[in-house]
């Protein structure tokens, strides 16, 4: 059996657990969770980063930062992960969910501008497969409307938009390291403060709204509860884990784009043929191979394709359906759940996910790839 994904280890790991837990500090904030914020913000031009238990809790934060007030409206994409939107939704905000355009699954940033309304507060742009949005287009609305970009970047570590990083263009983003993800610690997340104004409040929320970590720097001479937080912070066994990974980012990062390479040109040619989607990459954006993907012509054929796949041992999957018309959301907005989000519902419907980790071989590439022609040659 071909798993759809399989955690990749350096071997470092374990042992940077063992020497943190020698070192007889393992709560959050020592010298692994330092190292691993230094490299974010020296390798990505962040300017300040916050190691935290999970994207999903880096987006929490990050709605507390811009004050979301219930009422307030936040615009996202209905292609993504739950977490994009709860987020907001905690603290009571009006998600306004928005189409993806045609060619990949990010955002159409081109019509956003219509949906802006005073009550807008934030944009959260959702970088699918680790693939850049147009972020000058992004960055200069939300300029001329004084909102906030929070970006998702949960897919996106070492991905940039015209040479820039993923996750330093928005006020703040958000990293993941579930996992699923290139980069990885088990659960895990990262918020990037990149405008002067978050940084300091942003370590308080961290904190669970204490002034701990300036206590601790000896600019206050103690501490104690200062605003709202939370439990943001991962234990030092969590960022010993990222630090191994971290240390060998770029030879995880070669091999996964090699595997993406060796799919992109063995399925070129039937893709053509069948009138498969492939992945779009656009010019401002880089590939950083977090994901390869194919669109088939419609749900059914997808179906047979996955079920196919699965009889000749590989297991692939489809995710993410359109949020707008989730069980949850349609009930609470039935107004917004009545948005026809076409091309949304096109990838709910047709997008299919192939396995993609450190250790597929190339031998497995092929094979995959041979099972999906077989599949389309037999139709
Ligand atoms: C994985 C993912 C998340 C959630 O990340 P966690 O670290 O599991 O909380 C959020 N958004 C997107 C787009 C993701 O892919």
Redesign the pocket.
């Known amino acids: 059996m071909i798993p759809f994904n399989k955690p990749y280890l350096t071997g470092k790991e374990t042992h940077y657990i063992y020497d943190a837990v020698n070192a007889g500090k393992l709560s959050g904030n020592g010298k692994y969770t330092k190292l691993c914020q230094e490299y974010f913000e020296s390798k990505f031009q962040i300017k300040k980063a916050l190691l935290t238990t ?4 880096a ?1 929490e934060m990050a709605a507390i930062l811009i004050d979301i007030q219930p009422g307030d409206e936040v615009i996202m994409p209905s292609y ?2 739950v ?2 939107a709860n987020a907001f939704i905690l603290r009571g905000a009006k998600v306004i969910f928005i189409d993806s355009n045609s060619q990949n699954p990010n955002m159409d940033i081109d019509l956003i501008e219509s949906f802006i309304t005073p009550k807008t507060k934030a944009i959260v742009p ?1 970088h ?1 497969a680790g693939v850049a949005c147009d972020m000058d287009k992004l960055m200069a609305l939300a300029d001329k409307y004084n909102l906030f970009v929070v970006e ?1 970047a ?2 996106a570590v070492d991905s940039y938009y015209n040479g820039k990083a993923l996750g330093s263009i928005g006020h703040l983003a958000a990293f ?3 996992e ?2 290139n980069i990885i610690a088990g ?3 990262l918020l990037a403060v990149n405008d002067d104004r978050f940084v300091e409040r942003a370590e308080i929320i961290w904190e669970k709204g204490t002034n701990r970590s300036s206590f601790f720097r000896g600019e206050v001479d103690k501490y104690g509860w200062v605003d709202i937080g939370s439990s943001f912070l991962p234990a030092e066994t969590i960022a010993a884990f990222l630090w191994a990974q971290l240390e060998n980012l770029e030879m995880i990062q070669e091999r996964r784009k090699e595997i993406w390479s060796l799919y992109y040109s063995s399925l070129n040619k039937l893709c053509d043929e069948f009138n498969i989607g492939l992945p779009h990459i656009p010019e401002f954006a880089s590939n950083n191979a977090h994901m390869f993907y194919l669109v088939t012509n419609d749900l059914e054929e997808r179906t047979g394709l996955i079920n196919h796949l699965k009889q000749s041992g590989v297991l692939a999957v489809f995710h993410y359906l359109s949020l707008h018309k989730s069980p949850y959301y349609s009930n609470e907005y039935p107004d917004v759940a009545a948005y026809n989000l076409v091309n949304t519902d096109n990838f709910a419907d047709r997008l299919i996910r192939l396995p993609l980790y450190f250790d597929l071989t190339n031998e497995n590439v092929e094979f995959i790839c041979g099972e999906i022609t077989k599949f389309y040659i037999k139709k």
């Open positions: 999970s994207c999903t809790d987006l993504t992960f977490s994009t959702v699918y998702d949960a897919q993941s390291f579930h699923t993800k659960e895990g997340g």
